[in-house]
């Protein structure tokens, strides 16, 4: 498949990688045989149409999916079909935000803040309160989860998943109902985590949050991968400015030549 | 583990379900103790409402409860705990959930107005109803994709072992009555959760000629001792199979 290593002068370090992984869902195939790998220090935005089998991606990498064909390393673990439940202390090091949360509705917020760094056994000192402050929840701990409107149910999903230091972010359509400055701030966890060494995952089909804050980009159509290459490469193979202009140029060349790896 | 249920439970004990089904058993019993001047008949109709309504109210609970939660348990299976850990906790909360409320609207009346070694027994068999119906409801929570699909499948299960299961029993006993079928009977009355947990009961009550086919037959085919052992054992079956088999598919499930 079309992965290619970064620009950076450094050797990237892969984290994970995606060997041939593919997906059924009854007659469907979600994932068709992709082959990629996330680096350390890299955020990858993960672009596509609907359905197109990113979330699927994303679901396989978190265990919530377990791949028909193919197998997933993430350090030292492997999933595979044979081996669909590793020891689920690898998702330890994760933080995820999916794309719709439902909270049990009796609930307060605060109630899920501990909850959850219960569960995964983290004190206060472990945490890092500064999301929850910065978008205005600290405010609304004591507010019942079943009140919540959708972007504040996205603020508490977006701590969720940030708030265990994560070296691995994945964030699936994160600004989807937010305020732009919400947005902003969700998004600099993102930075965060790429600058302390992490992988970042991200969806999103705003093309300008994925041009301030891809290092590459990878394009899942019908569930196979038609590239996945550093956000500048793009452009300048495209000799446009845009990324929405660059993808229709993109996916015509790659269906001309079949290896388009720069 | 612990942890899934403590968080789970105090979810359910804030459930406004939980709670209204606690009163409205507590409405139920209250009522048929104070409108019948003999215990014991007020504990007959009792056994009567608590067969029929406790099977329901678990199987459907369960069955939404789960749909409700799906979300969240996506969110839990994302952190470093095991699959059965999560299901684990769920499954106690939800059973813990239920038998507090069937304690308090059901144990209660029971132990102010018949303190007897019958009301005991309704409230073991209504216990263990609880139990087989949340697994049940778990499990069809588990295997149907849609919630509106799994609240029909559980409904027709309900509606299979509280009425279709004993008039098929007792159609097939007319129509074969010209053979010697009673052995093969007791075995089929003994497939039915709500029958074994009645029979339990009745075998207690010593009135179990009264209660229904299924009882008749079984006091007479066992005498009150090794029937009990056997029911209690068949519906021991009937909670660990269905919860055995929501682990199987849960661990393997796409979230």
């Known amino acids: 498949m079309h992965d290619t290593t970064g620009p950076m002068s450094s050797l990237p370090e892969p984290r994970i990688r995606f060997s041939g992984v593919s997906k059924r869902y009854g007659a469907l195939w979600a994932l068709r045989g992709v082959d990629c790998t996330f680096h350390k220090g890299e955020v990858v935005m993960l672009i596509g149409p609907n359905?197109?089998?990113?979330?699927?991606?994303?679901?396989?990498?978190?265990?919530?999916?377990?791949?028909?064909?193919?197998?997933?390393?993430?350090?030292?673990?492997?999933?595979?079909?044979?081996?669909?439940?590793?020891?689920?202390?690898?998702?330890?090091?994760?933080?995820?935000?999916?794309?719709?949360?439902?909270?049990?509705?009796?609930?307060?917020?605060?109630?899920?803040?501990?909850?959850?760094?219960?569960?995964?056994?983290?004190?206060?000192?472990?945490?890092?309160?500064?999301?929850?402050?910065?978008?205005?929840?600290?405010?609304?701990?004591?507010?019942?989860?079943?009140?919540?409107?959708?972007?504040?149910?996205?603020?508490?999903?977006?701590?969720?998943?940030?708030?265990?230091?994560p070296s691995v972010l994945v964030m699936?359509?994160?600004?989807?109902?937010?305020?732009?400055?919400?947005?902003?701030?969700?998004l600099a966890e993102a930075d965060r985590v790429r600058a302390a060494g992490g992988t970042v995952l991200v969806t999103s089909h705003l093309m300008e949050e994925v041009e301030t804050l891809a290092d590459r980009v990878a394009y899942l159509e019908d569930g196979t991968l038609r590239f996945m290459l550093p956000m500048h490469e793009i452009l300048a193979i495209t000799g446009t400015d845009r990324l929405a202009k660059a993808l229709p140029v993109m996916l015509e060349r790659e269906r001309m030549n079949e290896n388009v790896v720069a | 583990m612990l942890k899934v249920f403590k968080y789970t439970l105090l979810d359910l004990t804030r459930n406004r379900f939980v709670l209204g089904y606690a009163l409205l058993m507590l409405a139920i019993a209250q009522g048929l103790f104070l409108l019948e001047d003999d215990p014991m008949k007020a504990l007959l109709s009792l056994v009567q409402v608590v067969m029929a309504l406790v099977p329901l109210i678990a199987l459907v609970f369960t069955v939404v409860y789960m749909y409700d939660i799906q979300e969240f348990t996506q969110l839990l299976a994302v952190q470093p705990i095991a699959r059965r850990a999560i299901l684990g906790g769920q499954l106690l909360a939800l059973a813990g959930a239920l038998l507090l409320a069937q304690a308090v609207g059901l144990g209660i009346p029971l132990l102010v107005h018949a303190p007897t070694a019958s009301a005991?027994?309704?409230?073991?068999?209504?216990?263990?109803?609880?139990?087989?119906?949340?697994?049940?409801?778990?499990?069809?929570?588990?295997?149907?994709?849609?919630?509106?699909?799994?609240?029909?499948?559980?409904?027709?299960?309900?509606?299979?072992?509280?009425?279709?299961?004993?008039?098929?029993?007792?159609?097939?006993?007319?129509?074969?009555?010209?053979?010697?079928?009673?052995?093969?009977?007791?075995?089929?009355?003994?497939?039915?959760?709500?029958?074994?947990?009645?029979?339990?009961?009745?075998?207690?009550?010593?009135?179990?000629?009264?209660?229904?086919?299924?009882?008749?037959?079984?006091?007479?085919?066992?005498?009150?001792?090794?029937g009990m052992a056997v029911a209690a054992l068949i519906l021991l079956l009937w909670v660990a199979?269905?919860?055995?088999?929501?682990?199987?598919?849960?661990?393997?499930?796409d979230l």
């Open chain 1, 51 to 165: 359905a197109s089998g990113k979330t699927t991606l994303i679901k396989c990498l978190l265990g919530l999916v377990h791949p028909t064909e193919g197998r997933i390393t993430i350090d030292d673990v492997v999933i595979d079909a044979t081996r669909p439940a590793p020891p689920p202390g690898y998702r330890a090091t994760i933080g995820y935000m999916p794309q719709i949360s439902q909270f049990p509705a009796s609930l307060r917020i605060g109630d899920l803040f501990d909850m959850m760094a219960d569960v995964r056994g983290l004190t206060a000192a472990e945490l890092d309160d500064g999301l929850i402050t910065d978008l205005g929840l600290h405010k609304q701990l004591d507010k019942r989860l079943s009140t919540l409107s959708g972007g504040t149910r996205q603020k508490v999903s977006a701590v969720l998943a940030c708030r265990t230091r």
């Open chain 1, 172 to 186: 699936d359509e994160p600004t989807a109902g937010l305020d732009p400055i919400s947005s902003t701030r969700v």
């Open chain 2, 120 to 226: 005991l027994m309704l409230s073991i068999s209504g216990s263990a109803l609880v139990l087989v119906f949340a697994g049940l409801g778990a499990l069809i929570a588990l295997r149907q994709r849609e919630k509106a699909r799994g609240v029909g499948v559980a409904l027709t299960i309900w509606l299979l072992f509280v009425l279709v299961y004993d008039a098929l029993l007792l159609w097939g006993m007319f129509a074969l009555s010209d053979y010697p079928i009673e052995p093969f009977i007791v075995p089929l009355a003994g497939l039915n959760p709500i029958d074994l947990a009645r029979i339990m009961v009745m075998l207690e009550v010593d009135l179990a000629a009264m209660m229904g086919y299924s009882g008749a037959i079984y006091k007479n085919f066992f005498g009150s001792g090794p």
């Open chain 2, 241 to 253: 199979i269905p919860a055995w088999r929501s682990f199987v598919m849960f661990r393997k499930k």
